[in-house]
C-alpha cells in the first residue's frame, strides 16, 4: 500500500492500486487490504485470516534496511509504510507457512526481509554482460531516451523448470516478454536466506527469485515467489496471470491443510 504524505490537516491514506486487487479477484481469491498498523502485534492478529499473502510495489525501501547508500527523499517509501512492511514480512515469511507472491518493490522485500541487499540505481550502478549500458528497466529511463514508456517488454531468460519458470508456463530454453518498472533490483551477491535467483533479463538483472533446492521452504514445498516485473498490469497475457492462479491454489491448499 501507498500513503501519501499528509498535509496541513490531512492525516493521509493507504491506497493500493485495483490492478492487484482484480488480479487476485481474478484469480478465484478474496482479496484483503492490510493497512499499516503502527501497533504490529495486531499484524499477528490479522494474518490468522489470510491463506496467502502479496506484497505489492512502491517506491524504494530505505537503504539503511540493508547497509546501501543515502538516497534522495522522493524517492523514498513513506516512513510508516516502510517500517509496517519490513516487520510485515519478517512475521509471515518467519513465523509461518503462509504462500507469498512478491511483486517488483514486493520482490525487494522478499529480499530485504531475508537478509539481501539491492542496487539502488540501475542505470548508474550496473552494466550489460558486455560492457555497454544496461536496458532502461524504469519508466524514468525509457522517458530520456525518447520511448515509449508503457510499451517497453524486454525477455527474461528461467532457470528450467524453477518455480518462476513453472509458475509462468515458460518451457526449458524459452523467454518470457515482460514489462518493466523499477529502478532498482535485488544485488546478485546478497539474495537472502533461503532465496536464489531463478530468472534474468539479458543485462544480467536479477527478475525472479525462488526458494533455494536446500532450504527448508523448499523441502516443504513452500510457494515463495518474487518476479521484479508487473504481471498484474498484463493480466490479459495468460503467462502473467498463472503467478496469481498458482499464488491462489497454494492459498486454497494451505487453508486445507490447515483444518
Known amino acids: 500500500m501507498s ?3 499528509p498535509s496541513g490537516d490531512d492525516p493521509g491514506e493507504a ?3 485495483l490492478a492487484y486487487i482484480d488480479a487476485i479477484a481474478g484469480a478465484g481469491g478474496i482479496p484483503i487490504c492490510i493497512p499499516p498498523y503502527q501497533d504490529y502485534r495486531q499484524i499477528r492478529e490479522i494474518i490468522t485470516l489470510l491463506s496467502g499473502f502479496l506484497f505489492i510495489g512502491g517506491a524504494d525501501y530505505r537503504p539503511e534496511h540493508y547497509g546501501g547508500h543515502p538516497q534522495p527523499d522522493e524517492e523514498l517509501m513513506h516512513p510508516r509504510r516502510d517500517d509496517f512492511d519490513i516487520a510485515l514480512a519478517k512475521i509471515i515469511l518467519e513465523e509461518t507457512d503462509l504462500p507469498v507472491l512478491g511483486i517488483c518493490g514486493g520482490c525487494q522485500l522478499l529480499a530485504i526481509s531475508r537478509g539481501g541487499a539491492l542496487i539502488q540505481d540501475i542505470g548508474t550502478e550496473c552494466k550489460a554482460a558486455d560492457g555497454g549500458a544496461p536496458l532502461p528497466h524504469s519508466q524514468q529511463d525509457r522517458e530520456k531516451q525518447g520511448k515509449e514508456a508503457s510499451l517497453f517488454r524486454h525477455p527474461v531468460r528461467f532457470i528450467p523448470n524453477g518455480l518462476a519458470a513453472r509458475t509462468t508456463d515458460t518451457p526449458p530454453g524459452a523467454m518470457l516478454a515482460t514489462n518493466s518498472f ?8 546478497w539474495l537472502g536466506k533461503y532465496l536464489i535467483a531463478s530468472a534474468w533479463s539479458a543485462d544480467g538483472i536479477i527478475e525472479a ?3 533455494d533446492p536446500g532450504s527448508p521452504w523448499a523441502a516443504s514445498n513452500r510457494f515463495v515467489l518474487g518476479l521484479q516485473w508487473h504481471p498484474e498490469r498484463m493480466q490479459d497475457e495468460a503467462p502473467h496471470r498463472q503467478p496469481f492462479l498458482a499464488l491462489v491454489k497454494a492459498a486454497a491448499n494451505n487453508r486445507v491443510s490447515a483444518f
Do not use: G, L
Open 209 to 211: 527469485i525462488e526458494p
Open 182 to 189: 523499477h529502478h532498482q533490483a535485488i544485488h546478485p551477491d
Open 3 to 5: 500513503i501519501p504524505p
Open 15 to 17: 491506497m493500493a492500486p
